[in-house]
């Protein structure tokens, strides 16, 4: 098989400090930058939730579960890549959600290219998917890919989630639809 590790919006926002930070998200930055250098795959992509007016998706009242603080603004240092992610075994980075919440790292592109394209091109067939967080971006993005048939595994050692009970749905979600799990995610709140 040809391995993708596909690195899921691993961003100061979504880090210890950020705007919108999910515990944990520092630890799992170095915990991938530990996986990226034990090697063992063929290509290594991230993506980056990168909005400019994503409308509803942003609140002033936000929910945490389909509205949020505004996070990962284009122009802003949020958005970035948290430093402790070490970007040298990346091939690309794919942004998302300019004008519209998206949750799946398969509706990013790079460079022009949607993340299936891109990996097809490069005879992918199998995607080893971690980052932040557990039960939004990661658990779409493992969903899209097991639907578009990559052979999908969720290393949820290396995620952190937003909170116990939707991250409780998203192991299940993830089990339904045969996705190999490796691990448990870091949940602290
Ligand atoms: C995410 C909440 C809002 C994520 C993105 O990357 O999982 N979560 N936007």
Redesign the pocket.
């Given at each position: 098989m040809t391995t993708a590790v596909v690195v899921?919006?691993v961003q100061n926002d979504?880090c210890e400090g950020g705007s919108?930070a999910v515990a944990g998200g520092v630890e799992v930055a170095r915990g991938i930058t530990a996986r990226l250098s034990d090697g063992g795959f063929e290509h290594a992509v991230a993506t980056r939730?990168h909005h400019i007016d994503p409308g509803p998706?942003f609140s002033a009242t936000p929910d945490y579960v389909d509205t949020?603080p505004q996070?990962?603004v284009v122009g802003t240092s949020g958005v970035a890549l948290h430093p402790d992610l070490e970007t040298t075994h990346l091939d690309a980075v794919f942004d998302k959600g300019e004008y519209a919440?998206a949750?799946s790292g398969f509706e990013a592109i790079s460079g022009g290219t949607p993340l299936a394209d891109w990996l097809r091109e490069r005879g992918v067939d199998r995607v080893e998917i971690m980052?932040?967080?557990t039960?939004?971006?990661?658990r779409a993005t493992a969903l899209d890919a097991a639907r578009l048939g990559f052979t999908t595994v969720v290393r949820l050692d290396l995620t952190a989630g937003?909170a116990r009970p939707t991250v409780d749905a998203a192991l299940q979600a993830l089990q339904d639809a045969g996705i190999e799990l490796i691990g448990a995610p870091i949940v602290r709140t």
């Amino acid at each position: 098989m040809t391995t993708a590790v596909v690195v899921v919006d691993v961003q100061n926002d979504f880090c210890e400090g950020g705007s919108l930070a999910v515990a944990g998200g520092v630890e799992v930055a170095r915990g991938i930058t530990a996986r990226l250098s034990d090697g063992g795959f063929e290509h290594a992509v991230a993506t980056r939730d990168h909005h400019i007016d994503p409308g509803p998706h942003f609140s002033a009242t936000p929910d945490y579960v389909d509205t949020w603080p505004q996070h990962c603004v284009v122009g802003t240092s949020g958005v970035a890549l948290h430093p402790d992610l070490e970007t040298t075994h990346l091939d690309a980075v794919f942004d998302k959600g300019e004008y519209a919440a998206a949750y799946s790292g398969f509706e990013a592109i790079s460079g022009g290219t949607p993340l299936a394209d891109w990996l097809r091109e490069r005879g992918v067939d199998r995607v080893e998917i971690m980052g932040i967080a557990t039960d939004h971006c990661v658990r779409a993005t493992a969903l899209d890919a097991a639907r578009l048939g990559f052979t999908t595994v969720v290393r949820l050692d290396l995620t952190a989630g937003v909170a116990r009970p939707t991250v409780d749905a998203a192991l299940q979600a993830l089990q339904d639809a045969g996705i190999e799990l490796i691990g448990a995610p870091i949940v602290r709140t």
